[in-house]
């Protein structure tokens, strides 16, 4: 998920030209990432000292998930603010990157505008709910439940503050006009709620999930906002469902103890990095193929096996792999176009490699096993690779630039000594969630300590004044998922109450062709969510709608998880829509109009993996216990 400053999408602080708005947005950020990121740091040690509580000690701790949801929650929403400040929320910015400079200045006041009226909206339903909660108390800490709402109403005053600094920081007469317009068509909508209540419930759902949130997305609003108002604005102007139903929705979204894993994973991919495990791994893989014509386009398909899914971010995901190989393979006279394809390709097929975060996110949004996840994904992934590795040597074979000898025996066994430490990493996660020592979530903090341990004892190169700055990015990239997530399950839960799962259910059900038809279609729709709304809105919004029906169609629910990630992949590197694709390309250096035809035979590879994968289940399914 490239962060929209990677992708020019946003201007630099730095350009805000008012002084107190600089100064009141450098006062938000100074509190808001350290505070993010030192409760980070306690989620560590919660979830650490309950490993080893129960598994050392014998004596589990009773409070330490409810705290640990506590804090979570907390972590998220001021994640989510550290994310507005620094513009890297998850948004469609095709069109305003094509507009004019005028345009574009409008289109922006527009976002925040919408922005602003979302938090608004926000603050309503939360201060409700906050006066709701007040007196109930939490089974294990006995603390009011006020603490879970509490970090929604921070977080939606703080946004709305830096939405408002941003459009208050736009030229006067599109500030006032966008202000005034956007002001006296909520007035106008308020008051026409009679009029929306004679249309019937399919024009309701076209005009607020189709309509409004296509062309929210297409201006520029980040996803996250686009879902939230237009789920707000449906219930608030067609039904008479009380809004902080609404609060409860995105609260029990993100509370689901699976997606504490998500910061704790990203934090891990982070550390991997600076303790030196993922330079070495590429280093040792390099040194075993890197003399063969082609072989340095190898050891970029395996690195990235080896660090995607781990960090939540592709783009973070490409840049670890990217500047330790590309300058060797721009000296072997590779052109940029064709490295970059490579990255782009691998990336795109990456994240059923276990412990993935989108794995860990399916299964709590579709409530599937993760440890079945973790296990469906490996046959596919490893049918991925191969084919990417054929194309990659298929596209080598006219390459005639020289190539380094053979490394000798005791030097490649010297570098796979030296990264063993790195290689047993994904081992000893896979081994302590399925053996049952540690859950998905907490075994990420084992990753943490055994990086940390790796890096201070035995390479001895941890940066620890890099630490903190890690925390404060986790909690950003944290903050960017989880309100998506958050808002997502709100929009789904409302195209629920509203029928449209039932009715979808009933026209597949009635749809010739049964389960095949299904999973063709399903295959095409995740490809063109992945390229709209990138994996996690997409399956977030779309799976608690979906995985129903792959069930009554007998479709194995791993299989149906792994056919929407590899889709989604796909969707998500395909030019010209694709974001990660244009990530690729900029961390790649590397011209989009250059790299989009030497990408398509990679993508292809992709597709007839998600072909394969969706025609026989058993590639999914074939190592799964017979229950799972």
Excluded at 334 to 358: F, H, K, Y
Excluded at 513 to 537: D, K, M, N, R
């Amino acid at each position: 998920m490239p962060a929209e400053s990677e992708l020019g999408l946003t201007a630099p602080r730095s350009e805000l030209w008012r002084p107190w708005t600089v100064w009141a947005d450098r006062a938000i950020g100074s509190v808001v990432e350290p505070v993010a990121a030192v409760l980070i740091a306690f989620e560590v040690v919660i979830l650490g000292a309950g490993v080893f509580a129960r598994y050392v000690l014998n004596d589990a701790l009773s409070w330490s998930d409810e705290l640990a949801t506590v804090l979570f929650l907390w972590i998220s929403m001021l994640g989510a603010v550290a994310a507005m400040r620094r513009g890297t929320h998850l948004r469609l910015a095709y069109v305003v990157n094509r507009a004019g400079p005028e345009r574009a200045e409008w289109l922006k006041a527009i976002s925040w505008a919408v922005t602003c009226v979302f938090c608004i909206e926000m603050m309503f339903a939360s201060k409700q709910q906050f006066l709701l909660e007040l007196s109930a108390l939490t089974p294990a800490l006995a603390i009011s439940r006020a603490w879970l709402v509490a970090p929604t109403i921070v977080a939606m005053i703080l946004m709305f503050a830096l939405a408002a600094l941003r459009l208050i920081d736009t030229r006067a007469r599109i500030a006032l006009t966008v202000a005034g317009c956007t002001a006296a068509l909520v007035v106008v909508a308020y008051l026409s709620r009679g009029v929306f209540s004679q249309l019937g419930t399919f024009a309701l759902l076209v005009l607020f999930f189709v309509v409004l949130v296509g062309a929210l997305i297409a201006i520029g609003v980040p996803i996250a906002f686009a879902f939230g108002t237009a789920t707000l604005s449906f219930l608030a102007l067609t039904t008479t469902i009380p809004l902080p139903v609404v609060m409860n929705m995105m609260t029990d979204g993100i509370s689901n103890v699976l997606l504490l894993a998500v910061p704790l994973f990203v934090l891990l991919g982070l550390l991997m990095s600076n303790a030196g495990i993922s330079s070495r791994l590429v280093n040792a893989i390099a040194s075993l193929v890197g003399h063969l014509r082609g072989g340095l386009s190898l050891v970029v398909i395996v690195a990235m096996y080896l660090v995607s899914g781990i960090s939540g971010s592709k783009s973070a995901d490409m840049a670890a792999v990217a500047p330790v190989l590309f300058p060797e393979m721009r000296r072997r006279g590779l052109i940029p176009g064709e490295m970059v394809s490579l990255l782009n390709g691998s990336a795109a097929m990456t994240e059923m490699i276990p412990p993935s975060l989108i794995l860990i996110i399916v299964g709590s949004a579709t409530q599937v096993s993760i440890t079945a996840l973790f296990t469906a994904g490996l046959m596919p992934a490893a049918l991925g690779g191969l084919l990417l590795a054929a194309v990659a040597l298929w596209r080598a074979r006219g390459d005639r630039a020289e190539l380094p000898p053979r490394a000798a025996p005791r030097r490649i066994a010297k570098l796979f000594w030296i990264a063993l430490p790195g290689l047993v990493l994904p081992l000893v996660i896979r081994a302590f969630v399925l053996g049952g020592v540690a859950t998905a979530t907490e075994v990420s903090t084992v990753g943490i300590v055994y990086s940390l341990l790796v890096g201070a004892l035995i390479y001895r190169e941890l940066n620890w004044a890099r630490i903190f700055s890690e925390l404060r990015e986790t909690a950003v990239l944290n903050g960017t998922i989880m309100l998506i997530i958050a808002s997502a399950t709100a929009m789904s839960w409302a195209l629920t109450q509203s029928g449209f799962a039932r009715h979808l259910a009933q026209a597949v059900e009635n749809a010739p062709g049964g389960a095949t038809t299904f999973l063709v279609v399903s295959c095409l729709l995740f490809i063109v969510l992945g390229s709209v709304l990138e994996g996690v809105p997409a399956i977030v919004l779309f799976g608690p709608l979906l995985f129903p029906i792959a069930a009554t169609l007998h479709i194995d629910q791993a299989h149906y998880a792994i056919v929407a990630i590899l889709g989604m992949g796909i969707g998500l590197h395909a030019p010209p829509l694709g974001v990660g694709y244009y990530a690729a390309c900029i961390i790649g250096k590397a011209p989009p109009d250059e790299v989009m035809p030497r990408s398509f035979p990679y993508l292809l590879a992709a597709v007839v993996t998600l072909i394969c994968v969706a025609a026989f289940p058993w590639l999914s399914v074939g190592l799964l216990p017979k229950v799972h």
